[in-house]
């Protein structure tokens, strides 16, 4: 985009929003919602999900096991009831966020089909708005989807508890076909590559759905579909204060509809400080391996740590990527699930040597902080981004489909926090921020 208008706000962008950080403190504004030790400011309540990852003593922080529960059950035990007959994991996971209980098995054999009934597109959707126009963005794709879909919603402004339970079953099937058409949009427009449009085939799963329209051939083994479905189901929920569920939270608070809503966490998600970060730890592990020669050295590579946290190496952040958590802080159990099921899918394969060097980042991270800070090693470990990248390229998802695909999941998260909101919320969210300009004096236009 090229400028065209001499506006003095392109040479004064910096100085004319810059706050002094003296007045954030003065003023005791928790930036960013935060509390002085990184804690979240509780705003609300909530029956969904428990995030937990340290304990409070004396108003001290106390490291202790990450622990992540649905609706009050472990994620650990949810995802360890895998077996050959009962494979809906994220279509379970999904009933029990938006009904509230776990489902017998007639009622998530009903919730699969519910969601099987809604894959169909609109006639004309993919050509009128996944193709055209395209965009090299899958993320900004689905938002816009999400938008559109709203013109074909007769109903779309009703608030009704069976509008938005349809909305969100509706958008929970729809998106994981979007986000394949999209990419192939995006192939075909700048890629030089071909428009690939297979139909979803019926009493497919979400996982199983998503591998069989990606793939030119169509298949894939119960193990991919499997290592997907975990995928999917550990990325669904994450309790109400993270920023994709917060903002879905906000605009329901509005009284807005729900496709607003849904494509405000789609914007949220795909910021490089949240959903995008695992597009991050990829980009970094590349700089990593073209950068350390010897990928097993721990001294080369804690050196190397060093260099990026002191901005000198990669993108000049001083963040290594997929490390740290704003609550986890022992553990992250998604990432401990994630890890198990990357060294199982890795063993004997070409990609064993990169899960080690990420395993190496784990492990050095802390002391690498510890010395480039001049600080004692804290707490600091993996988030579910460190691994969840490698794992979807060893299942040969494109890069560009890593974000989009934890939307498509999260979609269960965002639709349980709006429904939540609805009933119990009753207040639209109006923070205040403390003013820090002083009066002016008016001068007319000519003496200016």
Request: charged residues 25%; contains cysteine; negative net charge.
């Amino acid at each position: 985009m090229v400028r065209n208008s001499p506006l003095p706000l392109y040479d004064t962008f910096e100085r004319v929003n810059t706050v002094d950080p003296e007045l954030y403190i003065g003023s005791r504004v928790k930036r960013g919602l935060r509390n002085d030790d990184g804690t979240g400011v509780v705003a609300g309540v909530t029956r969904i999900s428990s995030v937990h990852g340290y304990l409070l003593s004396d108003g001290e922080r106390i490291p202790d096991d990450g622990r992540l529960t649905y609706r009050g059950y472990d994620i650990a035990a949810l995802l360890g009831q895998t077996t050959p007959e009962n494979r809906f994991l994220f279509e379970e996971a999904c009933y029990l966020l938006l009904i509230g209980e776990l489902p017998t098995r007639p009622e998530l054999q009903g919730f699969v089909a519910s969601l099987d009934a809604e894959r169909e597109l609109p006639d004309g959707f993919t050509t009128h708005f996944v193709m055209n126009p395209p965009t090299n963005n899958i993320m900004n794709a689905l938002e816009r989807a999400v938008l559109i879909l709203y013109a074909d919603d007769t109903k779309a402004e009703s608030r009704t508890a069976d509008h938005e339970i349809m909305t969100a079953i509706s958008l929970i099937s729809r998106l994981p076909r979007i986000a394949v058409l999209s990419y192939y949009s995006l192939v075909r427009a700048f890629q030089g590559g071909s428009m690939i449009m297979h139909r979803f085939i019926p009493g497919q799963s979400t996982a199983e759905t998503i591998l069989s329209m990606l793939r030119v051939d169509r298949q894939f083994t119960p193990e991919e579909a499997h290592l997907l479905d975990i995928m999917l189901a550990l990325h669904c929920e994450h309790g109400g204060g993270n920023n994709s569920t917060f903002a879905c939270r906000v605009l329901t608070s509005s009284d807005t509809d729900p496709y607003s809503a849904y494509a405000a966490g789609i914007g949220s998600l795909k910021g490089s400080r949240h959903g995008g970060a695992n597009a991050k730890v990829l980009a970094m592990q590349a700089d990593i391996m073209e950068h350390v020669d010897a990928w097993d050295d721990e001294e080369e590579l804690r050196s190397y740590l060093e260099r990026i946290i002191g901005k000198e190496a990669f993108d000049g952040a001083g963040l290594i990527y997929g490390m740290g958590h704003a609550v986890y802080t022992k553990s992250d159990p998604r990432a401990v699930i994630c890890k198990h099921f990357a060294r199982k899918l890795a063993a004997g394969t070409e990609f064993e040597a990169q899960l080690r060097l990420l395993e190496a980042v784990e492990r050095l991270t802390p002391e690498a902080f510890a010395e480039v800070r001049g600080v004692g090693v804290k707490a600091l470990c993996a988030n579910i981004d460190l691994y969840s990248g490698l794992v979807y390229r060893m299942l040969g998802i494109p890069d560009e489909l890593l974000t989009p695909l934890f939307a498509c999941s999260r979609m269960a998260g965002w639709a349980a926090h709006r429904f939540e909101e609805i009933v119990s919320g009753n207040r639209i969210m109006r923070p205040a921020y403390k003013a820090a300009t002083s009066a002016r004096v008016f001068v007319p236009r000519d003496e200016r």
